[in-house]
């Protein structure tokens, strides 16, 4: 058996094992490519009318909200402009639970509480990282499908090369006629469109698996020259000195970076977990980005900025690998390159869908020819 025809066989293999769950994970990418734009149509509870008076403090925020769901963990309070609601979310990974609180910042109300478990872009997502089976199993399928995707890729290509230059041009584009059988058109929508999709769709593909696995975001953040500790850390305090004022830190913190960072998008605040924890804030820079945001950890007793021995800390401290890894998410959405690059993503998605189904029709048709029925 020659090498190519040896690639045919791995290349159908791993395409019939994989086909149904590349098709899902593609197909509930491209329902996820638009969500913002999609959720901000019906958002305006978010929005509230600004007073003259000051804010809600995190520490009033925290109190108003503990007796809601007082059986589950605030993971942090999220403060923006002053005509935007104060978010609240509450996360537990066992059991499952996910809601976010939305206050009025100046009285207190709660106008709306968000079950992010529930409807359509949640059972999108649960079905985009995990088949919607159970967690445990369905984020082990689709990782390791979408690493043998990579595979599937790459053979293609290679087999996607014709042996004559002269056949190079059919390779390259549709040249039907009205004889053409559908085998053939159906062989040249698996070729043709590969081809022009391939190099995308192993950025998208290469760019979930790093998501999801912690092996393979080690070896891209080394290999690139990486020489922090690869992991989100929250540093401990530096100080034990005891508060004796009458508003605490942590309330003055917020004010505080909103006067360094007028045009910060919001301020993301996470009430430390003991008293030796500092407070850990997220800046986010952008509207509908990750990568550019600052994560600033404060002693909780002095409010001094402490550094972190981890990747993620100020973006302008952030080297070339921090970088990487910072995009790789805005990268996999398409978030990075703006609209276009988000209309890029789903349309390579969808494409990407199309493939295991002409793969599997190509399989069909050769191994299950219409035989001549004898009368």
């Known amino acids: 058996m020659s ?50 008076q000051a804010i809600l403090t995190p520490t009033e925020v925290k109190t108003l909200v503990e007796n809601v769901f007082p059986n589950n963990t605030i ?8 005509d935007d609601a104060v978010e609240v979310i509450f996360y537990d990974a066992e059991p499952e639970f996910y809601q976010s609180i939305f206050l009025n910042p100046y009285s207190g109300e709660v106008i709306q509480i968000d079950n992010h478990l529930s409807g359509f872009f949640a059972f999108i997502l649960k079905g985009h990282i995990r088949m919607w ?47 053409t059988r559908w085998k053939r058109k159906n062989f040249d929508l698996h070729t043709v469109i590969g081809f022009y999709i391939c190099s995308l769709a192993l950025v998208l593909a290469f760019t979930g698996s790093i998501m999801s696995y912690n092996w393979l975001k080690y070896v891209i953040y080394v290999s690139t020259g990486g020489d922090k500790i690869p ?32 045009n910060a998008e919001s301020f993301e605040l996470h009430y430390p977990e003991s008293d030796s924890s500092s407070i850990y804030i997220e800046v986010s820079n952008s509207n509908d980005l990750f990568y550019d945001s600052d994560f600033r950890f404060f002693d909780q007793n ?69 035989k001549d029925i004898k009368i």
């Open 133 to 179: 089976l159970p967690k445990a199993i369905g984020e082990q399928v689709v990782g390791a499908s979408i690493l043998i995707f990579l595979l599937i890729i790459i053979s293609g290509f290679i087999l996607w090369i014709p042996k004559k230059r002269k056949n190079l041009k059919q390779r390259l584009k549709f040249d039907w006629k009205s004889t």
């Open 3 to 52: 090498l190519k025809k040896k690639i045919l066989t791995l290349h159908k293999i791993l395409g019939l094992a994989t086909g149904i769950v590349v098709f899902i994970v593609a197909i509930t990418g491209c329902c996820w490519a638009f969500r913002t734009e999609i959720e901000n149509l019906y958002d305006d509870y978010k929005k509230v009318t600004p007073l003259d």
């Open 231 to 262: 992991q989100f850390i929250v540093p401990k305090n530096e100080s034990e000195i005891v508060n004796n004022d009458d508003i605490l830190p942590i309330d003055k913190l917020i004010l505080k970076l909103q006067k360094e960072s007028p």
């Open 302 to 370: 002095t409010l001094k900025e402490i550094e972190t021995p981890g990747v993620y800390g100020k973006y302008l401290d952030a080297k070339v690998p921090e970088k990487i890894l910072r995009m790789n998410y805005d990268i996999h959405i398409g978030a990075i390159g703006g609209i276009i690059g988000k209309i890029i993503a789903f349309i390579i998605s969808l494409l990407t869908a199309s493939l295991p189904i002409t793969g599997a029709l190509l399989w069909y048709g050769r191994h299950y020819k219409k």
């Open 75 to 82: 993971h942090g309070t999220v403060f923006k402009k002053e």
